[in-house]
């Protein structure tokens, strides 16, 4: 069924919009920490694929987000999921992390992108201890980028509004959009291997 729907809603909804889900459902989460945490499971090596393995995605958000998903919720986090893996195995690269319009304040846009790499640390941390693969080794580059967002995520939002702080911004969403392609690609192919190994 999640399948099915994958073509469906390949479009990512927008910060906005995100964020009126989450608000209409009772939570005060930032958008770009839930997308954050499901791109760091994608990265820990789970998958939206099926029913089962997104009961297990919408269990794991919720304990590294410390949320309830319920509802109307669940659907638009399945739809959230689907839509992250599609962009992210796009050929094309249009993965983009969930942050608001370029229009909004830059205080606002440093907040959110310091969220959306807490979130990813803390959706791949509880991914690797769900899938007890904490004894595997992290590839030499995912761990490298989880420090870069280890740093990131204590970014400084009193930062004050200028060009260079408008470029330092666009490199630093350029930084994690791709470290964040690699380390979910990587995850993929390695638990596509072991699949294929297991029935080998």
């Known amino acids: ?25 009772g939570q005060t989460l930032n958008p770009s920490a839930l997308h954050g945490a499901m791109a760091g499971l ?43 893996l599609s962009a992210i195995q796009d050929a094309d690269y249009t993965f983009q992390p969930l942050l608001p319009e370029d229009d909004g304040s830059l205080e606002e ?3 959110s992108i310091a969220e959306w790499s807490r979130g990813f640390l803390s959706g791949f941390t509880q ?23 280890a740093v990131i995520a204590q970014v400084d939002t009193e930062e004050s509004d200028s060009e260079d702080a408008e470029r330092q911004l666009e490199d630093i969403i350029e930084y994690i959009r791709f470290a964040a392609i690699n380390i979910v690609t990587e995850a993929q192919s390695l638990q596509e291997g072991n699949s294929e190994n297991l029935q080998s």
């Open 1 to 25: 069924m999640l399948l099915d729907a994958l073509g469906a809603f390949e479009d990512m909804p927008s910060w906005g919009d995100a964020a009126d889900s989450l608000f209409n459902a």
């Open 42 to 84: 994608l990265g820990a090596g789970f998958s939206p694929h099926t029913e089962h393995h997104f009961s297990a995605t919408v269990a794991a958000l919720e304990k590294a987000l410390a949320i309830d998903l319920t509802g109307d919720l669940v659907d638009f986090v399945s739809r959230l999921s689907l839509a992250t």
């Open 109 to 111: 846009r440093l907040l």
């Open 127 to 149: 991914g690797i201890t769900l899938r007890e693969a904490a004894g595997e080794p992290i590839p030499t580059m995912t761990a490298e980028a989880l420090k870069d967002m």
